[in-house]
């Protein structure tokens, strides 16, 4: 219990400093209006930030908060689905490693923005653009860690395998995938907050269809309603945590018994 | 007496141009185990895995005419799976009747004394466990000959000499025969009816030493002044390779 107490120590007295600054800085400021003049301020105070949320604007929010969660899920999904089988793929032959590695790079390294005009035209700036951006954001640290994953086996173990005349697909289901997991949850954790990255960019880029957590930051930043853009925010902050913490437990379900990275 | 493995004039070259083994033969019969002793790098890992098929000559041939089971230097345990799951795992591959496998996995554990432990996972056993486990795999699939790559070369001195006797008497009364590779000469004068003594560069076997003791081995044998004179001989041997 004492031990717990010191550990969250450290992270409480950063995030009282960060509030702190955030004080400062909504009061110090001097373009950022006081109270007093009743106008509002760029950067509201933490305890006045919820002033607005309730409502047509709470509604909003939620209503956002659904589609975003559902464009980065969906989004989170197919990378992982197709992020495993090419880390899978890649995994069973050298030449195919080296076939299919630059182009990935080069899609990882792709600013998403300068493809943009080209998905417009292609497929239209609706649900579908948002996840095809999501899975672009998210797509490469799930296949570099399967990749690596299955690479790292000991070379013995694939030796054993070899030596009772398994096929590639046993091989596959009862060594390489449970032996990558932890490394593929690694890459699931990294990508799931890329996800929610993915989903909101893909909102500011894509206004058609119902809007998303990006596109009503847009919405509230126009009509100059700092506090309920500012929720808006900390909702994404919150979604890119659950999907992280989610991903996290699923973790300790499927691995946490065996694995050292889990159980030290 | 049964063959259940001959190798016969096999060379291995690498595609550096590098010769591992050069016209090298042997054969191990059923019953009989065989130690094969050398410098490091000399080619008696290469040697065994040509032995089980892993890899092939590129001149000469290998010939087996038995089930074979090969047993790591490392314990390669799968660490998601409870020792009894580890233990059931080449049987299970072998896609073998699940009545069956339960019945030699448990024989298997109980053999090397794990009884206590079947439902442990690799992680929470010793190196020793774990080698015990490593064997206990191989001994349920009941193969005809055991190829065994330095298993113990990781242990400590008294855990080693403990894990031979256990071997020797497990092996007893199995009939299969052993090929087994290891760097320490007391091991193999211990374990064995015939120590090979490999040179290296290219590697070859250089002598053959019958072991003279019956198969009835007590730990007390370490100690013997004729245990330690065949030693003694073969370490000399060994030296003779160094200084070439």
């Known amino acids: 219990m004492k031990r717990r107490l010191s550990r969250a120590l450290g992270p409480i007295i950063v995030f009282g400093l960060f509030i702190g600054c955030w004080y400062w800085v909504a009061y110090s400021l001097h373009n950022n209006f006081s109270p007093a003049s009743g106008k509002p301020m760029i950067i509201p105070p933490p305890h006045r930030l919820f002033e607005d949320f309730h409502g047509a604007v709470r509604e909003r929010i939620f209503t956002a908060l659904l589609i975003s969660t559902r464009t980065a899920i969906t989004g989170l999904a197919i990378s992982a689905l197709v992020g495993v089988i090419l880390g899978i793929v890649m995994s069973q032959a050298k030449w195919i490693e080296r076939s299919l590695w630059p182009h990935l790079i080069a899609l990882q390294v792709t600013p998403i923005i300068a493809i943009v005009p080209l998905m417009v035209r292609l497929i239209g700036a609706n649900f579908t653009a948002r996840v095809l951006v999501t899975v672009i954001i998210s797509i490469f640290p799930i296949v570099s860690n399967t990749l690596f994953g299955i690479q790292s086996i000991h070379p013995s173990l694939h030796d054993l395998f070899r030596l009772q005349n398994c096929s590639r697909w046993v091989t596959l289901r009862k060594l390489q995938l449970p032996a990558a997991s932890p490394s593929i949850f690694t890459g699931l954790r990294v990508s799931a907050g890329l996800a929610v990255i993915g989903a909101i960019v893909g909102d500011f880029f894509f206004t058609k269809g119902d809007p998303g957590l990006g596109q009503l930051i847009t919405f509230f930043f126009l009509n100059n309603l700092s506090g309920p853009m500012f929720i808006t925010a900390l909702f994404a902050t919150g979604l890119g945590l659950m999907l992280f913490l989610g991903f996290g437990a699923l973790n300790r379900i499927v691995i946490g018994r065996w694995h050292e990275s889990v159980t030290r | ?244």
């Not at chain 2, 050069?22 to 065989?34: A, H, I």
């Not at chain 2, 090397?112 to 699939?141: F, I, W």
């Not at chain 2, 006797?165 to 009939?175: G, S």
């Open chain 2, 1 to 244: 007496m049964t063959q259940l493995i001959k190798i016969n004039n096999a060379s291995l070259q690498f595609a550096d141009g590098t010769v591992a083994i050069s016209d090298t033969s042997l054969q191990v019969e059923q019953g009989e185990f065989v130690a094969i002793v050398g410098p490091s790098g000399c080619g008696k890992s290469t040697l065994l895995r040509l032995a089980s098929g892993l890899i092939s000559p590129t001149s000469g041939t290998v010939e087996r005419s038995a089930s074979v089971q090969y047993v790591f230097q490392d314990s390669t345990l799968l660490p998601w799976r409870t020792v009894k799951k580890n233990v059931a795992l080449n049987l299970e591959l072998q896609k073998i009747d699940p009545a069956e496998i339960e019945r030699r996995t448990n024989s298997a554990i109980d053999l090397v004394g794990l009884s206590d432990s079947a439902n442990k996972l690799p992680r929470q056993l010793s190196g020793g466990m774990k080698m015990r486990v490593s064997l206990a795999r191989s001994l349920a699939c009941e193969p005809q000959l055991f190829l065994f790559d330095e298993p113990f070369a990781a242990l400590d001195e008294f855990t080693r000499e403990r894990l031979n006797l256990e071997l020797r008497t497990i092996l007893q009364t199995h009939n299969s025969g052993s090929l087994f590779v290891t760097h320490s000469i007391a091991e193999a004068v211990f374990l064995s009816h015939r120590v090979l003594i490999m040179s290296p560069r290219p590697g070859t076997i250089a002598r053959s030493v019958d072991i003279p003791f019956s198969t009835d081995r007590s730990q007390e044998l370490r100690y013997s002044a004729e245990f330690a004179e065949i030693c003694g001989d073969i370490a000399s041997s060994l030296r003779g390779m160094a200084h070439r």
